[in-house]
Every structure is written in C-alpha cells, then in structure tokens.
C-alpha cells in the first residue's frame, strides 16, 4: 500500500475518500499489521496531498497555513488527514521507546493517580486502642473504638517532556528514519527520566518518607524499623532468609501492640547485573545442602519461594553517581515486596499532543506540525517496612 511514491494510497483515497484511508491506516498500525520502520513521509504526503500539495509544499507552503491545500481542486487532498496520520506515527514511535523493555521501575511501584501538583497528605487510621483479645460477656456492650490520626505526605510533582516538529525538509527529503529516530529518543529520554527517579527512591539515594509530618530515611539500622544491613553478599537462599527473617521482626505501627510485626510477603528480589545469574540460580536450584555441624549433609528442595528477579543496568550508574564505589555497587541488592513500599503518583501518563497551527512557526521555520511528548509525576515511599536493602561495603 506505501510504496512507489505512494500511487496506491492516493488511488484507495480517491476511490474511497482521505477519512476512510485514514481509519483504515491508523487501525492497520495499532493492530502492527504496518511497521512503523516500513512507512514512509513523503508517500502519506504524496497519497494525502497529491502532486499538487507536494509541489505547493516545495514552494514552501505549508498544508496548514497561508495556503491551505484543502481548498486545492485536486479531488480528495486532505492534508487533515495528513497531519494526523503523521501524528499518530510520530505518537506510536514515543510509546514503542518509552515501553521498550529494560525498564524496571514501575515493577517496583504502584502507580496512583492524583490531581494534586505539589503533593498530598495520606490520612489513614491507627487500629483501635486496646489489644482486643478479652471477651465480651453474655449481656456487656461492646468497647468502644478509639483511632488515632496516622498520616503520610507525597511530594510535589514534577513535568517532563520535550517538543518535536515536523518540518518541509523532513517530508520532502524523506527524512522518515530521522524523524522515527528523534521520536524515539524523546519517548526513551522521558522514560529514563522517570526511571532514575524510580530507582533513586527505591536504593534509598532519595529518601522522601514523611510520615506524620517528619522525614525518614527509607533504609535503617535501628529505629523505629530496621531493614538495611552491610557486608551481607547475596550468596545463597540462606541471604534471602536473612532478610525475610529482619522484615519480619519488624514492628507494625498501625496495631496497639507495638511487638505485633507487620504481614510481610516477598515477592521481588532487585539485584544489579552482576549478581541477576546468582539470583536465578537460587530461584530455581532444584537441590539444596545443608550441612549441619556434626557434618550430616540434609538434601532438599530450595527452601525459598518464588520471587520475581529484577535487574537494571541503568540502577548501577545511578548508585555509582550518588557516590557509591563501583566496586561496592556491585553488590547493592533488595528483596521485599516493594510494591507495599513505593508509590508513584502520577498527573498524567507520558502524552502526546499535536500543536494547533501556527501561521509564525510555519512562515518563518517550515515547520508543518509540531508534537509535544509529556509526562507528569513523583516517586515516593510511603511505607518503607516491607523492602530491605543490602551491600557490601
């Protein structure tokens, strides 16, 4: 359908009508029945406008301007029709970079929507007062409950995004795989923006948890919860039960009871590079060995329950850029269930939006259309608890 010049597609808009072509092609790329990399400007130009759009294109008028190619007599020129097809490209090219797979960060987080731009405060409510375990006597009322307020805050928000334009040169040279190249990189630069943020959060380099109005730093060695710990290299299933063990001893705030622990399940193991194939392998050892001190050797399955493995190369550089040796880096690694630990509040989803005309744009750039790609949102931890660190350092 797109090819020689685009004599097809203009023969299927002339017989059934630009906005019929154009539902066709924007369901034939959703569906991936068309690659973007198999799709050329200059063809949807040619099939759009026609030759005389493009001619008055390369005489510098643009399809929405001075000179609006919608009132050409040549039959069936939409450049509507044009401008959104381009647009839709331009929009699956950001979202193919931005969900491209490596990412890890929304594994780690649960994603909450929320119209407040400079954060909220979390009410939530304390159990009742009272251990609760003393009966009710046949014809005595019921204790009455007592709460106490209890409470996190999100930080502010913050926008990213970046604007790309479709310019004369562009379309009339072709220049396709440029145009799919700057999309791209706009939609894996937002990403990698919000990831670094992600894991920033996540290692404990950001430590945003404020609960009942003070700020915390996610990981700890004493207080009010511990969950970090250094020189414990991931070797083994028996690390994995060391931190199962040290989350579980932890006390949960929200009972009156302060020795009742919190309901921790591990579901995630984040390793960096170095360590991701000595995680797999105690994920699915068949066999393990227990030597015991009179050297009776007990052989069984592996002890440990499935966790999901994470890992990410781009979570090494951000530890080696906060300050951490590399060598140490190396050795970072998490295990919990980060996804009762952070949040990432989010305004809006990565979006992309076509630009209204724009007469001063088109008569003193060329450009045709312009796109803007953005994204608005914060991680944060809102309840450090169920997630431990380790390192060797």
């Known amino acids: 359908m797109l ?3 685009g004599i097809a597609l203009r023969n299927l808009i002339e017989e059934h009508g630009a906005d019929h072509v154009q539902g066709v092609l924007l369901e034939a790329m959703e569906k991936g029945e068309i690659k973007l990399n198999d799709i050329s400007i200059l ?36 450049s509507t029709a044009f401008i959104n097809i381009t647009g839709q490209i331009i929009y699956n090219k950001v979202m193919e970079a931005y ?9 780690l987080f649960t994603t909450m ?36 307020e209890d409470y996190v805050e999100s930080p502010a928000t ?3 995004g970046m604007i790309l334009s479709l310019t004369r040169e562009t379309v009339l040279k072709d220049r396709t795989g440029v145009l799919m190249q700057r999309a791209g990189e706009i939609g894996t630069r937002i990403r990698i923006q919000k990831e670094k943020a992600q894991l920033r959060v996540a290692m404990g380099i950001t430590n945003n948890y404020k609960w009942k109005g003070t700020t915390y730093n996610t990981f700890l060695t004493s207080g009010n919860w511990i969950n970090d710990a250094s020189s414990q290299e991931l070797l083994d299933w ?6 199962f063990v040290q989350l579980s001893e932890i006390a949960n705030p929200d009972q009156p009871d302060s020795t009742e622990p919190i309901n921790v399940q591990m579901t995630h193991l984040f390793v960096m590079p170095h360590k991701y194939h000595t995680a797999m392998r105690i994920m699915n050892a068949t066999e393990v060995r227990a ?20 890992t990410s190369a781009l979570a090494l550089q951000v530890l080696i850029a906060s300050g951490v040796a590399a060598a140490d880096a190396k050795n970072y690694w998490f295990a919990g269930d980060p996804k009762r630990t952070f949040m990432y509040t989010e305004i809006w989803p990565v979006t992309v ?24 949102g914060v991680p944060w931890v809102y309840n450090p608890r169920y997630f431990a660190r380790r390192k060797v350092s």
């Open 99 to 107: 969900n491209a797979p490596g990412f890890i960060g929304d594994t």
């Open 43 to 78: 063809e949807l130009a040619y099939g759009f406008l026609g030759n005389d759009g493009i001619s008055k294109l390369a005489m510098g008028a643009a399809p929405r301007g001075g000179s609006q190619l919608l009132e050409s007599s040549a039959s069936g020129v939409d």
């Open 291 to 310: 030597v015991s001190n009179t050297s009776n050797t007990t052989l069984s399955r592996s002890p440990i329950q499935p966790l999901e493995v994470v």
């Open 158 to 160: 913050k926008k990213k």
């Open 3 to 5: 090819n020689r010049k």
């Open 113 to 148: 929507q929320s119209q407040f731009l400079d954060g909220e405060k979390i009410a939530g409510i304390t159990a009742v007062q009272g251990d609760g375990d003393d009966d009710i006597r046949e014809g005595m009322p019921y204790p009455e409950a007592a709460f106490g």
């Open 353 to 376: 939006t076509q630009a209204p005309a724009n007469l001063e744009s088109e008569l003193e750039r060329d450009i045709i259309s312009r796109y803007k790609a953005s994204e608005r």
């Open 238 to 243: 028996t690390s994995i039960e060391n931190v």
